[in-house]
């Protein structure tokens, strides 16, 4: 029987892959990554792996946000998937209406669409979610204007 190769699959695969990296990795060991805007928000890069046979690269990253932490105007120029740790999370791109999430959620975040909110609406619990991106080497998975 004839193997069939299916890169969602792999996407998939690897995705998971990453989440169970995560939740073995003492996040204590990993290195804060700069981000341009530290009050109120520390990313913590989990892995970082180029993808065979491609110009691109794919991360996993740990993002906490403080209660009431909203990010300033963005997009993101490669595909990225957030899943949803704890806290809420309100999100709008481009004209769509604000979406609400909480622990167990996960999206896909459009590409190189303004990412109009990004914020956690709660004032006393902090938001933590996984961030799947894939990218060139070197291309910032989010971009300020």
């Known amino acids: 029987m004839p193997v069939i190769y299916r890169p969602w699959h792999t996407a998939i695969s ?5 989440a169970v990296i995560f939740l073995a990795v003492d996040a204590a060991s990993t290195a804060e990554v700069a981000n341009g805007n530290d009050q ?48 809420t999370a309100e999100s709008a791109y481009g004209e769509e209406d604000i ?8 999206w896909s975040q459009p590409i190189d669409l303004p990412h109009r909110v990004a914020r956690n609406p709660d004032p006393t619990i902090p938001r933590r979610f996984l961030v799947f991106t894939i990218n060139r080497p070197g291309e910032p998975a989010t971009v300020f204007p």
Do not use: K, W
């Open 14 to 18: 690897m995705a998971s892959l990453f």
């Open 40 to 87: 109120g928000r520390t990313t913590q890069e989990l892995e970082r792996r180029p993808i065979p046979g491609t110009d691109l690269e794919m991360r996993l990253n740990l993002v906490t946000q403080a209660p009431g932490y909203s990010e300033p105007l963005h997009h993101h120029p490669g595909p990225s998937f957030v899943y949803m740790l704890e806290g």
């Open 99 to 106: 979406r609400r999430f909480h622990a167990g959620d996960h």
